[in-house]
């Protein structure tokens, strides 16, 4: 992960990005490396392998700092023999200050990409507390957001008495901003919302924000799953380990007993880091790469068995995975008017001190709103209950309604080049987004933005 001390925003971009396609042409003409795209395709994280990247015969070149699998271990926060859980918080709350406060340096004014939830009403929070000032909130909604998430959102503006920028108005759906996002990008970045992320930035910009803070990262860091109901079985805790899956099991046609044990079978820490449909479809699309998911299910697993190796619970390691690279799905300004920084998912000391929490404090089976229980913690400190103990429920297809009206999708010849170079399949469905089922919303934006990156295959573009 990203050492942010010296407060510059993380930009793997200006390190590794232009440099891979050009190492790769240098060697002749680019070619995708088939184990990374394989891995991106059934699990959309950086390539399981932290020495391989996804152009063929180019190394990973990663920013200094970047987690992977055998990183090392540090713990900022060390409990002892007996565990105090105000100490837990303290530590908590510092390196969430110590974050928010190096992704602001130099900044004159601060924004906050408002969503309504608990990770960016903490962001926003801190940022009012350590600048002396509220920050400007930037909120997406237009059809994208709940009645509830609105109310939060409003509540949030007016606890802290700041400014509220409202984007209601969504613009068409385009690819050029994901085309821009990817242009000489060493992994897929950004997906169906990067046009839309576009215009929230522009919004801040325009009214003299110079940095765009998000909540980023906070599912990862104090969300549940399968891979802390692991270490809860792990320890013992039986009761406690049900509790989190059940609140986080996904709705299937299996009963409520049968679904938790699949939960916790072999492999059990995957279905953290995707969500996989089984659908027909999805596997179409995956084209010659569809017969690899056990080969990268099973380097996922192998990766996952190294950091654990170096000391990481289970949860643990999930979270070093999916925080390796925060800037591949996290909000980003394609135009560069406003540096977009993800606080949460930058501290690596933040990490550290949830790293050392034991996983019972996490979830802890008692009533009331638990989800993100720790985070909720620190935000009591700042915030009154009608903002932290709700638990915000979002428009369940977001995508389709970004979508809406699209009878297909543009910049077909383009697409369709980046996926014959790729070898994925898109088939009549891919171009009719609408019409989707949708449980394919994530694959369909995943390989959306694969094909984007892919795009740099051209060098005319």
């Known amino acids: 992960m990203p050492d942010v001390s010296s407060g510059e925003p993380p930009s793997p971009a200006e390190t590794t990005d232009h440099t891979a396609w050009d190492m790769a042409r240098a060697n002749g003409a680019p070619r995708p490396d088939r184990v990374s795209v394989s891995d991106y395709l059934h699990f959309p994280l950086a390539p399981s392998d932290p020495d391989r990247g996804m152009l063929d015969g180019v190394p990973r070149l990663r920013p200094d700092g970047v987690a992977h699998g055998g990183r090392h271990v540090r713990h900022s926060f060390h409990p002892g023999r007996r565990f105090r859980l105000d100490a837990a918080v303290d530590c908590l709350d510092q390196h969430v200050r110590e974050a928010v406060r190096a992704a602001v340096r130099g900044a004159t004014r601060v924004g906050v990409l408002a969503t309504g939830g608990l990770d960016s009403s903490v962001v926003?929070?801190?940022?009012?507390?350590?600048?002396?000032?509220?920050?400007?909130?930037?909120?997406?909604?237009?059809?994208l957001c709940g009645d509830l998430e609105s109310e939060l959102q409003d509540d949030l503006a007016s606890e802290l008495d700041g400014d509220h920028l409202i984007l209601d108005d969504i613009p068409p759906f385009t690819l050029d901003p994901l085309f821009r996002l990817n242009r000489g990008c060493?992994?897929?970045?950004?997906?169906?919302?990067?046009?839309?992320?576009?215009?929230?930035?522009?919004?801040a910009a325009d009214a003299g924000a110079d940095v765009l803070l998000t909540g980023e990262g906070g599912d990862e860091l104090f969300g549940a799953g399968p891979a802390l109901a692991a270490d809860l079985l792990a320890g013992g805790r039986l009761f406690a380990a049900a509790a989190v899956l059940g609140r986080g099991r996904r709705s299937d046609d299996a009963g409520y007993v049968s679904g938790l044990v699949r939960q916790l079978s072999s492999r059990a820490f995957l279905p953290a880091l995707t969500q996989p449909t089984g659908a027909e479809m999805a596997l179409r699309w995956r084209g010659t790469y569809a017969a690899d998911a056990?080969?990268?299910?099973?380097?996922?697993?192998a990766q996952l068995a190294r950091l654990r190796g170096?000391?990481?619970?289970?949860?643990?390691?999930?979270?070093?995975?999916?925080?390796?690279?925060?800037?591949?799905?996290?909000?980003?300004?394609?135009?560069?008017?406003?540096?977009?920084?993800?606080?949460?998912?930058?501290?690596?000391?933040?990490?550290?001190?949830?790293?050392?929490?034991?996983?019972?404090?996490?979830?802890?089976?008692?009533?009331?709103?638990?989800?993100?229980?720790?985070?909720?913690?620190?935000?009591?400190?700042?915030?009154?209950?009608?903002?932290?103990e709700q638990r915000k429920v979002g428009v369940v297809n977001q995508i389709s309604v970004l979508l809406r009206g699209i009878e297909r999708l543009p910049h077909r010849?383009?697409?369709?080049?980046?996926?014959?170079?790729?070898?994925?399949?898109?088939?009549?469905?891919?171009?009719?987004?609408?019409?989707?089922?949708?449980?394919?919303?994530?694959?369909?934006?995943?390989?959306l933005a694969l094909c984007a990156w892919a795009d740099n295959a051209d060098d005319r573009r």
């Open 124 to 143: 926003a929070a801190v940022a009012a507390e350590v600048t002396g000032r509220p920050p400007l909130l930037v909120s997406i909604r237009g059809g």
């Open 186 to 203: 060493d992994l897929p970045r950004g997906g169906v919302f990067s046009h839309v992320w576009d215009q929230a930035c522009a919004l």
């Open 294 to 301: 056990p080969a990268a299910t099973a380097r996922r697993t």
């Open 310 to 388: 170096v000391g990481l619970s289970a949860a643990a390691a999930v979270r070093a995975v999916w925080l390796e690279r925060p800037d591949l799905h996290a909000a980003a300004d394609s135009e560069a008017r406003i540096s977009c920084r993800w606080p949460l998912a930058e501290s690596q000391a933040l990490a550290d001190c949830v790293d050392a929490i034991p996983p019972s404090s996490f979830a802890p089976v008692r009533a009331g709103c638990q989800d993100k229980h720790l985070l909720r913690l620190v935000a009591r400190r700042r915030l009154p209950a009608r903002i932290t």
């Open 413 to 447: 010849d383009r697409l369709t080049a980046a996926a014959a170079w790729l070898g994925v399949t898109l088939d009549d469905a891919f171009w009719r987004p609408s019409v989707l089922p949708a449980e394919l919303g994530l694959d369909w934006t995943r390989l």
